[in-house]
């Protein structure tokens, strides 16, 4: 494989640098395009432009394989606990059973959230998005945390981790209990990750909390399934605003954000209200497909396609196996799920579909799973950046302390050349 590849362009050939990383994926290097030959790139939505090397999570959207930090999703989804994965995100290797424990006990101790945080929520409407509640709420962190991280100290960058991981989950469960007028929930040290958050979660002022197991296993797959997926918007945008050294809070403000977005993360809630548009438009399938290939039409079919997956994403295959079995063993019957495997059965063998390689992703069949666990569907999108949290903080942690520059991409203008001011009375 050549290391090198050759730009012809004005009589003039130039040589730049091909990187080559563990998988054979290459790039060119174009760091000296500008200064050799007075041209930049132009790629609207990156598709095919690399922002950086990372060791952190590799994909292969031809052969839909997805690994953390080379360990394949299939087998962190049935054989990890969330709290294990998150840990070799951040630290690159799966922990001991020792390191696992004070890890849980570190976040345990970070567990607590400042009672004036519960005034910020009281400010806003019941019926505010809580992906903007969420977003606010932990950009409103970095007051209450006011010293920045010192990426260079290995023990600042700990005690920030455990921080975080410890926090955010408090501020979805009061985020969630404030949207139900539920009185807020403040967990329990003696129980796990995945259980403290259901208790936070679920449990009832009235009622001695359980923890379902079913629930659980349910919880953690889905956690696991979502805890990264390399150059996404939301860590896109993780990365370029810690690039510019703004705190980890901050930036994960900024990727929560991002993820709202109906084309990226939203998505899981966009599908169930899809769903539920079609059953209560009488369940006709095929009347959506047309309306999802009509360019005319701004309707998409949601979950389906992705920048990456051009086959399954391996993702979809594991929920929607384990909807499946949520629903049995939860006893719940949801009419929805009939019309997502008809959808999926039909446009898996659809032209237009399988043309432009558009096939059930990540966000397909996990509303259903998260709505047969109670939660209500504005919080499918916050489930998400629970899940996708020690990725962020992975990519964030992996692009500082790696020295990377600034984010500041190029342009091409196409506005006015140069022209003269004209007074208001000429104009
Ligand atoms: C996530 O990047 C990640 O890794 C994201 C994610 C993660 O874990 O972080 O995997 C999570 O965001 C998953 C994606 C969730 N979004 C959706 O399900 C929304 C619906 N999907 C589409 O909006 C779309 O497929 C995207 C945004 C996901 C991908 O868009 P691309 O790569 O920019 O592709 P495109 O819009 O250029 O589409 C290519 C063609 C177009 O048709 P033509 O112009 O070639 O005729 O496919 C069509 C599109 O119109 N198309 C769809 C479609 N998705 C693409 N047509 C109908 N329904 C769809 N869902």
């Not at 394989?65 to 998150?86: N, P, Q, T």
């Not at 696992?100 to 005034?119: H, T």
Request: charged share 25%; with cysteine.
């Amino acid at each position: 494989m050549s290391d090198k590849a050759t730009l012809t362009y004005n009589n003039q050939s130039i040589d730049l640098p091909v990187i080559t990383g563990t998988e054979n994926e290459s790039a060119i290097d174009i760091a000296a395009l500008r200064s050799a030959a007075n041209l930049v790139t132009i790629d609207p939505g990156y598709k095919n432009t690399g922002s950086c090397k990372s060791a952190i999570t590799f994909l292969d959207g031809d052969l839909g394989i997805l690994r953390y930090r080379g360990y394949a999703i299939e087998e962190l989804a049935e054989k990890a606990s969330f709290l294990e994965v998150a840990y070799l995100l951040i630290f690159g290797e799966l922990p001991t059973a020792d390191q696992l424990m004070k890890f849980e006990m570190d976040i345990k101790a970070n567990s607590v959230v400042d009672e004036d945080v519960k005034k910020i929520i009281d400010a806003f409407p019941k019926a505010a998005h809580p992906m903007g509640v969420l977003a606010s709420l932990t950009s409103a962190l970095t007051a209450f945390n006011p010293s920045s991280v010192n990426v260079d100290s290995e023990e600042d960058m700990y005690k920030a981790i455990v921080k975080i991981m410890g926090k955010f989950p408090v501020l979805v469960a009061w985020t969630m209990r404030k949207s139900q007028g539920l009185p807020i929930d403040y967990g329990s040290k003696y129980l796990d990750y995945v259980e403290n958050i259901i208790k936070m979660m679920f449990s009832h002022p009235n009622e001695t909390f359980v923890v379902n197991k079913s629930v659980k296993s349910a919880l953690n797959k889905l956690l696991i399934l979502h805890a990264d997926h390399e150059q996404n918007c939301s860590t896109s945008t993780v990365r370029i605003v810690g690039s510019s050294h703004a705190g980890l809070f901050a930036s994960l403000s900024a990727g929560i954000s991002a993820l709202w977005g109906p084309l990226h993360g939203g998505a899981n809630q966009a599908v169930l209200e899809m769903l539920e548009a079609i059953r209560e438009d009488g369940g006709d399938t095929a009347k959506f497909m047309l309306k999802a290939k009509d360019k005319n039409d701004p309707f998409r079919l949601m979950g389906f396609g992705h920048r990456v997956y051009k086959n399954f994403d391996p993702r979809a295959r594991i929920i929607k196996k384990a909807a499946d079995e949520v629903l049995e063993e939860l006893g719940v019957d949801d009419p929805v799920l009939d019309i997502a495997k008809s959808l999926e059965k039909e446009a898996l063998s659809d032209a237009y579909f399988v043309d432009r390689k558009l096939y059930p992703n990540v966000d397909f069949y996990s509303g259903i799973i998260y709505r047969s666990l109670g939660i209500p569907v504005q919080m499918f999108t916050v489930m998400f950046a629970l899940g996708r949290l020690p990725g962020w903080i992975a990519q964030w942690r992996e692009m500082r302390q790696g020295k990377e520059p600034i984010g500041r991409p190029r342009q091409i203008y196409t506005g006015a050349t140069i022209r003269s001011y004209v007074d208001i009375s000429k104009r």
